[in-house]
């Protein structure tokens, strides 16, 4: 058998796979003792790591995002091909120099080291500030202070986030010697560092801090064709903070609750967080599940909270039980429709932050930690 058909054979089969491992990031500084934050620290992270079990099958690169002046994704192909050539060629006297390629197997780096890998330089500057998105767009709102509570001032312009400054966002490009779909598989997962359900007590801030998991949101987006968002991930809809409600150990408003242990039976109407009405702070619509997705659109003078669900590619984990965090379903993210000699690629772009509406972007979660795995598959086309 030539090996492309024994390639075709595998690939048919799903046995290709790639594991995008990340080990992320100090959540950050909150100001107020409900949602929203402003002051920074310096995020880090344990790691990135990525293997595939049949590297001939599947390879990927990791690049900075980059769009032109209109804001339109650049397909940088070419330019990591460029990139790869010129390093090696500039590199080949250093001691211990190893060809850079194309990623087959595990590759590993640490945000946080001194000696990033080079082709990861941009993200030297990576820091978690106040940011809002609907998974595209990424705005920093003007924030005020109320009653310890930080809230959006919906009269004054919103900024722009900067990518890998206030959120992580990079772009992965896959390439094969056929044409197939690449999946995010169910067993995708962010997670905090810390297990929530071992936290014993509710009052121990060093464990409770993780809780900021509950604010952390994922997208996947097709650049390659029309900026599709193909997923808007939600990993613990289960972890609410209700900020208004007093403990009654502390007699200090707010209480943590876990999807896990405290006998709900859906995420309805526990998605509400603080806003203000006019004259005091209150919750925002009961109505809002935790499974849904609520951020702030900035379009002109017009600047209001939106709730995004399934309908919009929302996906929020369930499971806590057997399978906490993960994304419990496939998602097909891209097509590998473009050609480039002998092979056929693909690129998605990936953007992970802290979304500022949600109850668990709060004080009481300063430096929570989780980290991200991201499984991709070959998935088939015929």
Not at 4 to 14: G, I
Not at 63 to 76: A, S
Not at 179 to 205: F, G, M, Y
Not at 346 to 358: A, P, S
Request: overall charge negative; proline content about 3%; glycine content about 6%.
């Amino acid at each position: 058998m030539k090996k492309s058909d024994e390639l075709r054979v595998k690939t048919r089969k799903m046995i290709a796979k790639n594991l995008i491992i990340l080990v992320a990031l100090a959540v950050v500084a909150f100001v107020g003792a409900f949602s929203w934050f402003s002051h920074t620290t310096t995020a880090h992270a344990a790691g990135l790591s990525a293997s595939t079990n049949v590297s001939e099958a599947l390879e990927y690169f990791i690049v900075e995002p980059k769009n032109d002046v209109n804001g339109t994704p650049i397909d940088q192909y070419t330019a990591i091909n460029t990139w790869i050539a010129n390093y090696n060629a500039n590199h080949a006297s250093d001691p211990g120099h190893v060809d850079k390629a194309w990623h087959m197997g595990e590759f590993t780096f640490d945000v946080a080291a001194q000696d990033l890998d080079p082709e990861l330089s941009f993200l030297d500057d990576l820091y978690m500030t106040e940011v809002t998105s609907d998974g595209i767009t990424f705005k920093s709102p003007k924030l005020r202070q109320m009653d310890e509570v930080a809230y959006v001032d919906t009269a004054q312009n919103f900024d722009e986030a900067v990518a890998n400054e206030n959120y992580l966002s990079f772009d992965i490009y896959f390439r094969a010697p056929t044409e197939h779909t690449v999946a995010l598989l169910s067993s995708s997962k962010i997670e905090p560092l810390v297990d929530l359900q071992d936290i014993d007590n509710r009052n121990d801030e060093d464990e409770m801090k993780h809780a900021a998991i509950g604010a952390a949101r994922m997208s996947v987006l097709d650049i390659g064709s029309s900026n599709v968002r193909e997923l808007l991930w939600i990993p613990a809809p289960g972890v609410w903070y209700d900020g208004l409600t007093k403990n009654t150990t502390t007699n200090e408003r707010g209480v943590l609750h876990f999807y896990f242990d405290d006998g709900w039976d859906s995420l309805a109407n526990r998605g509400h967080s603080v806003t203000y009405n006019g004259e005091s702070m209150v919750y925002s619509p009961a109505a809002e599940d935790t499974s849904e997705h609520v951020y702030y659109s900035d379009s002109g003078a017009s600047k209001q909270r939106v709730k995004l669900g399934t309908d919009d590619g929302v996906v929020a984990s369930t499971d806590y039980k057997n399978h906490p965090y993960e994304l419990g379903t496939d998602k097909s993210v891209v097509t590998l429709s473009k050609t480039n000699g002998d092979y056929h690629y693909g690129y998605v772009r990936v953007n992970l932050w802290i979304e500022g509406e949600d109850s668990e972007a709060r004080v009481k979660f300063v430096n929570g930690q989780f980290k991200m795995n991201l499984d991709f598959d070959i998935k088939d086309n015929n």
